[in-house]
C-alpha cells in the first residue's frame, strides 16, 4: 500500500488579528508569494516585516509554514511553536505544528528508510497530542481528525483508526481519503471484497484520485477480473500517477491478456524508474519467454538474479 501520495498540506489562516490596512508591504508580498508557491522569495519578504507584525501569530505561522515548504523543519519548529504560544486557542496553529512534524517523519523516512523511524518515533505522541488538542478546540477540523486516524493506523491501533475516519464520513461522507483509509483498514482485516467497495466509493466520489484507482486495480488483479483492473490501471496512468507500481501493475495485466506488446512497454518504462528492482526483471524475462524470445530471456533472467544476489549481501552485511 502506497502512503506517499497523501500530502500533508498547511493551510494558511485568515488574519484575524491584523486589519489589511495594518498589514506592512512585506507581509503581503510574503503571503502573496506563499500562495503563489514562490517560496523563496516569500522567505525574503518575510524577514522584512516590521517589528510589531514579529509579534503576532499571524507572522510566526506564516514564516513557519513557507519554512516547512523549504523543508526546514527546525527554524519552522520554532516559529510555529511560537505561533500557539501568541494564540493558544486557534485550532488551526496546533494543526500546522501537527502537519509539520507529520510531513518531517515522512521525509525523514523517506531518507533514511526504516532506519529513519527510530529517529521520528518519538514525535508521534506529540503528533497525536496536538491534534486531539485541535479536534477539542475545534471538533469539526476534518483534516486533523483524517490524519489523527492515520497516526493511529500506523500505529496499528486499527479500532482508533477506524473510529476517526468513520466521523469524517459522518460528518462529510465525500470527504477525499476517507474512504481510501476505510480500504486500507478492511485490507489489514483480509477484507478483500469489503476493500474493493470502499475504493470504488472513493473514486465514485473522486474520479481523477488515481492512487484509489491504482490499488483497486491492483486488487482486482488479485481477483481475476483483468479487464476491469485494465480499466483503473489506465484511468490511474491518466492522472499522471508517475509510479513503478503502476507500471508493474500495467505489465502484468497486460501479460494476463495476452497483450505482450503492451505488457513489453509497460515493464520498460517500469525499468527506467526503477532498474534495481529484481521483480521487475523478473517479469520481464518471463514475457520473452512466454514471447518465444529465449535469449533476451535469459538475459533479464541473469539481471535478477544478479540483484537479488546484491540486495541479500547489502541486507546481510
Request: aromatic share 8%.
Amino acid at each position: 500500500m502506497v502512503d506517499s501520495l497523501l500530502v500533508i498540506a498547511l493551510s494558511l489562516l485568515p488574519l484575524s488579528t491584523f486589519s489589511m490596512k495594518s498589514q506592512s508591504q512585506a507581509f503581503r508580498e510574503a503571503r502573496e508569494k506563499f500562495e503563489k508557491k514562490e517560496y523563496l522569495l516569500a522567505m525574503i519578504a518575510a524577514q522584512r516585516v516590521t517589528d510589531e507584525e514579529k509579534k503576532n501569530a499571524d507572522f510566526h505561522h506564516l514564516y513557519g509554514s513557507i519554512l516547512v515548504q523549504l523543508k526546514q523543519f527546525s527554524d519552522a519548529d520554532i516559529h510555529l511553536r511560537k505561533a500557539i504560544a501568541l494564540d493558544s486557542t486557534n485550532a488551526n496553529l496546533h494543526y500546522s505544528l501537527a502537519a509539520m512534524l507529520l510531513q518531517e517523519q515522512m521525509e525523514t523516512q523517506a531518507l533514511y528508510g526504516p532506519n529513519g523511524m527510530g529517529k521520528t518515533r518519538k514525535k508521534t505522541d506529540e503528533i497525536i497530542q496536538l491534534l486531539e488538542h485541535t479536534l477539542k478546540l475545534n471538533p469539526i477540523h476534518l483534516k486533523a481528525r483524517l490524519h489523527l486516524g492515520r497516526t493511529f493506523h500506523k500505529q496499528n491501533w486499527r479500532s482508533k483508526a477506524f473510529q476517526e475516519f468513520a466521523k469524517v464520513a459522518d460528518k462529510d461522507p465525500k470527504y477525499p481519503w476517507v474512504h481510501y483509509h476505510f480500504a486500507t483498514i478492511q485490507l489489514d482485516a483480509g477484507k478483500l471484497m469489503e476493500a474493493i467497495q470502499s475504493f470504488k466509493k472513493e473514486i465514485q466520489y473522486h474520479p481523477n484520485h488515481g492512487q484509489a484507482r491504482l490499488e483497486l486495480g491492483d486488487l482486482l488483479f488479485q481477483t481475476g477480473e483483468f479487464k476491469q483492473a485494465l480499466l483503473q490501471l489506465k484511468a490511474a496512468n491518466q492522472e499522471n500517477v508517475s509510479l513503478p507500481d503502476l507500471h508493474y501493475g500495467l505489465a502484468k495485466v497486460h501479460k494476463e491478456l495476452g497483450q505482450y506488446k503492451e505488457a513489453i512497454e509497460a515493464i520498460h518504462q517500469c525499468v527506467k524508474l526503477v532498474p534495481e528492482v529484481p521483480i521487475v526483471h523478473q517479469l520481464l524475462a518471463e514475457l520473452y519467454y512466454e514471447m518465444g524470445k529465449i535469449e533476451l530471456g535469459n538475459k533479464e533472467m541473469k539481471m535478477f538474479e544478479q540483484l537479488k544476489k546484491k540486495i541479500t549481501i547489502t541486507y546481510t552485511n
